[in-house]
Nanobody
Framework: QVQLVESGGGLVQPGGSLRLSCAAS????????MNWYRQGPGKEREWVGG????????KYADSVQGRFTISRDNARNVVYLQMNNLKLEDTAVYYC???????WGRGTQVTVSS
């Protein structure tokens, strides 16, 4: 069965950086585009960005464009989210998800606070 395990979250000050990881199993990772989503307190879950199967194309939500970078390692079945210049409004639980697969992990909490 599909398993998605996000990690790397924590408490960071505004302007700081974090790198999230998502370890995937239970499906052929390299065949699937991967996405990151987040859900802030009292908000709907929103798409953050995605990466194609080979990692060659990445797209981002306007709110994170230029600050966040998605990458993947198909040999290790891991997708990453590098987050720089974090803002208060980036506080959320972050999730990864493959395209077309209705399965979610537990997420990892990112809190941006001074």
């Amino acid at each position: 069965q599909v398993q998605l395990v996000e990690s790397g979250g924590g408490l960071v000050q505004p302007g700081g950086s974090l790198r999230l990881s998502c370890a995937a199993s239970g499906f052929t990772f390299r065949y699937y585009p991967m996405n990151w989503y987040r859900q802030g307190p009292g908000k709907e879950r929103e798409w953050v960005g995605g990466v194609t199967r080979d990692g060659g194309v990445r797209k981002y939500a306007d709110s994170v464009q230029g600050r966040f970078t998605i990458s993947r390692d198909n040999a290790r079945n891991v997708v990453y989210l590098q987050m720089n210049n974090l803002k208060l409004e980036d506080t959320a639980v972050y999730y990864c998800k493959p395209d077309g697969v209705d399965s979610w992990g537990r997420g990892t909490q990112v809190t941006v606070s001074s």
